[in-house]
C-alpha cells in the first residue's frame, strides 16, 4: 500500500480507519469492533477518534476494539478547543487515555480553532509530548491563514492538518495542501466519501460500474492517488472495511483522472476551509 511520511519521519499506509459516528447505536458495536480489528489485519493500522466523538464512547469502543494489538496501531484521537489551555489539554488527554485503555497517543490533535490562544495550546501540547502521553501533534480544520499563525505561534512542531476533502470539497487544493506540501506536512482527510452521499452520484456510479468498482471505491481511489494524503473513511462492518481496503489497490489512468476533474471540478479560486 502507498505510504505516507509524516515530518518525524514515520511513515504511515495512505489509508487509516475513522471512528465518527461509531459507538452511537449500541445494536451495532458488536460489527464496529469487528470492522476495526479487520481493518488492522489488513493492514489499515492509523485508527482516529476524539473526546467529541459519541460523547468519548467512540475511544471506549476503539479501546476495546485494540485490546491486545496497542502496539500494531498508530492512535488517533482530538481535543475539543475548549480543552486546548494548559490547565485542560492534560486533564482531556488523561481523561482520553483512559477511556482508551492506553498510556499514549501516537498523535494528539485540535479538533478545530478556538479561543485559547495557539501559543498556549502549543505548548501544552509540548508538555504532553515530553511527559510522554503523546508522541506528536496536530492540529484539525485549520485553514491555511490558521497554520500560519500556528506556525507564527511556535507550532513549528505540528505533525499533520486534518481536514474535510473529497472530489466534492477540492477547495484546499488552491492554497492548503500546496501550504502544506510545501512544509513536509501530510493531510489527513475525513470524510472522504463525504458521509456516504458520494455514492449516489450519477457521473461517478457510472464511472463505478464502467470499471467494476463501487462509487465509494473509486472516490477513495481518487483520493489515495493525490501526494501527501492520508484518507480516514468510517466503516461499520467487516465487508465495508474489506471494500475500502481494496479501494487502496485501484489504479487510475489519466483518461480517468480527467473524466473525474470534469464531474467535479475544483473551485475557480481559493474558499474558505469546509467543516462537517
Not at 459516528?21 to 464496529?32: F, G, I, L, Q
Not at 482516529?48 to 468519548?56: K, L, R
Amino acid at each position: 500500500m502507498k505510504m505516507i511520511r509524516f515530518p518525524d519521519g514515520i511513515a504511515l499506509p495512505a489509508l487509516g480507519q475513522g471512528s465518527w459516528m461509531m459507538a452511537e447505536d449500541a445494536s451495532r458495536r458488536r460489527d464496529e469492533i469487528a470492522a476495526l480489528r479487520a481493518g488492522l489485519d489488513l493492514g489499515l493500522t492509523l485508527i482516529d477518534t476524539a473526546e467529541m466523538y459519541a460523547d468519548g464512547e467512540s475511544e471506549r469502543l476503539v479501546g476495546e476494539a485494540i485490546t491486545g494489538r496497542r502496539d500494531e496501531v498508530f492512535l488517533v484521537s482530538k481535543a475539543y478547543p475548549q480543552n486546548a489551555s494548559a490547565s485542560r489539554l492534560p486533564v482531556a488527554c488523561d481523561d482520553s487515555l483512559r477511556r482508551l485503555g492506553t498510556d499514549r497517543l501516537d498523535l494528539y490533535l485540535l479538533h478545530w480553532r478556538g479561543r485559547i490562544p495557539l501559543a498556549e495550546t502549543v505548548a501544552a501540547m509540548e508538555a504532553l509530548v515530553a511527559a510522554g502521553k503523546i508522541l506528536r501533534w496536530g492540529v484539525s480544520n485549520f485553514d491555511s491563514d490558521d497554520m500560519a499563525a500556528l506556525i507564527a505561534a511556535g507550532g513549528t512542531t505540528c505533525a499533520t492538518n486534518q481536514i474535510l476533502y473529497n472530489l466534492t470539497r477540492r477547495g484546499p487544493e488552491l492554497d492548503l495542501l500546496p501550504w502544506l506540501d510545501r512544509r513536509g506536512l501530510p493531510a489527513m482527510a475525513y470524510s472522504p466519501v463525504e458521509q456516504g452521499r458520494l455514492v449516489t452520484h450519477p457521473g461517478l456510479s457510472a464511472m463505478a460500474r464502467a470499471k467494476g468498482v463501487g462509487a465509494a471505491q473509486l472516490a477513495l481511489a481518487w483520493l489515495l492517488a493525490r501526494d501527501g494524503i492520508l484518507a480516514i473513511p468510517k466503516a461499520g462492518t467487516v465487508a465495508h472495511v474489506r471494500d475500502n481496503r481494496a479501494a487502496a489497490d485501484l489504479r487510475l489512468d489519466a483518461e480517468e483522472l480527467a473524466a473525474l476533474d470534469r464531474l467535479f471540478p475544483r473551485p475557480a479560486k481559493p474558499v474558505p476551509l469546509e467543516m462537517l
